[in-house]
């Protein structure tokens, strides 16, 4: 029965290898194999509910780093895999319990972590050596930069001036692959499948559009009888046949692209940002009058059902959520993080499966005006040292890099990027954190080097 869950366990790696390091396939080989090595040697006199718990605990980590479920079709591990979810925070919780919530203490497996990766800071780890490349081609405000899952090259940009671009930023010089021109207003949200084979956009024009990211053109267009502006667009992170977009009537709706059928579910004001958690079965939904409602999404009939409305204390937009698992190895708890138009970037913890929030640490920045979307990113690798970073765009033309660990909240900026000269909108890392792209409200998408050991 061992050998049987060692399998298992081979098999769910051998599955998820596709999607790492997608253009190395040496890599690939060397790692499956040395899997298999481990596996081997450690089948023997191992308890068959030890080695079950480690294939389940395994399967939803693989979930959250790759951002897909492979067993698309089994709604039973779906449920199992959010059970394993709830299970693993409560664990982390029990063990956590005597320390203050919000002065996390490091763990001694978070030390040895930091053993192996160096005595390096969070400010030394997030230096940057300075701009690897500017892209100018649009000619209105570019309102979200995202590069694509797994990634380190391919970036999309939305922009006012009605067009999507699709750049490469590994090219030898950097350049645009393609302008996806089928909107006639500012396109306003945007996102790729898991596979990176599909965009999604949607605009104020009421368009929802689905792009082949290979032929460049437009697959499908939707669009209501009575056209609503679209404000934010998000594909279901299991099962891209599912786009889920937010209007300017206050209501998140639910398109399935293969069927066209639509379905809605009202919160009220204009629905500005989204975020789904992995499983694809919470998402939660800011609008312009300081709302953060979760929901509920059901796989078999593709409903959202409301589950808990928060009012963050201030009517402005909440201009963009993102989710994450854990932070660091310090802060291990579901978080989710919030822009708000009244000069604050904010750390939400989640606190139970109905995606109920509390605020964890508020910081200042400079965005007031609910026209600028501006927007922030966790760094997308897990940190190993004391500290956890997010980035965030600003009003003032700068990038700004915090710690959310630190005791301080007005100490937490560590370091500043300054290259725009406009409000700086969007912001996206890709997936190996070395390269940040930044886009700002004249257009401007200025693309920044990391600092690594070889050229510091």
């Not at 203050?100 to 978070?110: F, G, H, I, L, N």
């Not at 089928?182 to 996102?191: E, I, K, Y």
């Not at 209007?247 to 398109?255: F, I, P, Q």
């Not at 930044?438 to 070889?454: C, E, F, M, N, P």
Request: include cysteine; glycine fraction near 4%.
């Amino acid at each position: 029965m061992t050998m049987a869950w060692q399998q298992q366990v081979f098999a769910l790696d051998a599955r998820y290898n596709a999607h790492r390091a997608k253009f190395h396939s040496n890599f690939r080989t060397l790692y499956i194999r040395r899997r298999n090595q481990l596996l081997r040697e450690c089948a023997v006199n191992r308890d068959n509910e030890l080695w079950k718990h480690y294939f389940l605990t395994r399967n939803v980590l693989l979930q959250n780093r790759y951002g897909i479920t492979l067993d698309q079709n089994s709604l039973r591990r779906q449920s199992l895999s959010t059970r394993v979810w709830s299970m693993t925070t409560n664990i982390l919780k029990i063990k956590n319990k005597k320390i203050k919530e919000d002065a996390v203490v490091p763990t001694r497996v978070a030390e040895a972590s930091r053993a192996i990766v160096g005595d390096t800071s969070v400010a030394e780890n997030y230096a940057f050596v300075g701009v690897h490349h500017i892209f100018d081609q649009h000619t209105a405000a570019v309102t979200m930069v995202k590069f694509a899952n797994n990634d380190r090259a391919r970036l999309c940009c939305i922009s006012n001036d009605s067009t999507i671009s699709i750049c490469n930023v590994l090219a030898q010089p950097p350049s645009v692959e393609c302008i996806l021109r089928g909107h006639s207003l500012p396109v306003t949200g945007c996102d790729w499948s898991a596979a990176n084979d599909l965009i999604v956009s949607c605009s104020l024009d009421g368009r929802l559009c689905l792009w082949d990211t290979s032929l460049f053109k437009c697959l499908r267009s939707v669009v209501d009888p009575v056209p609503t502006q679209l404000l934010a667009c998000l594909f279901h992170p299991v099962n891209n046949n599912i786009v889920v977009a937010g209007n300017a009537r206050g209501a998140v709706e639910v398109l399935n692209v293969s069927t066209g059928i639509k379905q809605r579910n009202n919160m009220g004001g204009r629905v500005l940002s989204l975020a789904f958690e992995s499983s694809g079965q919470l998402l939660w939904a800011g609008n312009d009058q300081g709302v953060i409602l979760s929901f509920m999404f059901d796989m078999k009939s593709g409903k959202l059902s409301k589950c808990r409305r928060h009012y963050l204390g201030e009517i402005a937009a909440v201009t963009s959520i993102n989710w994450r698992t854990w932070i660091s190895r310090e802060a291990r708890d579901p978080s989710l993080l919030v822009n708000m138009s009244s000069n604050s970037v904010r750390l939400y913890r989640i606190t139970n499966r109905h995606g109920s929030i509390e605020l964890r640490r508020r910081f200042p920045i400079k965005h007031r005006l609910a026209s600028m979307p501006v927007r922030s990113t966790f760094c997308p690798i897990m940190s190993f040292r004391q500290g956890a970073c997010i980035v965030t765009g600003s009003e003032d033309s700068s990038v700004y890099f915090l710690d959310v660990e630190r005791e301080k909240e007005n100490k937490a900026v560590f370091n500043k990027l300054q290259g725009h000269a406009s409000p700086v909108l969007g912001v996206s890392f890709n997936y190996d954190e070395s390269l940040l792209s930044t886009s700002d409200h004249q257009g401007l998408i200025i693309v920044w080097a990391r600092a690594t050991k070889h050229n510091s």
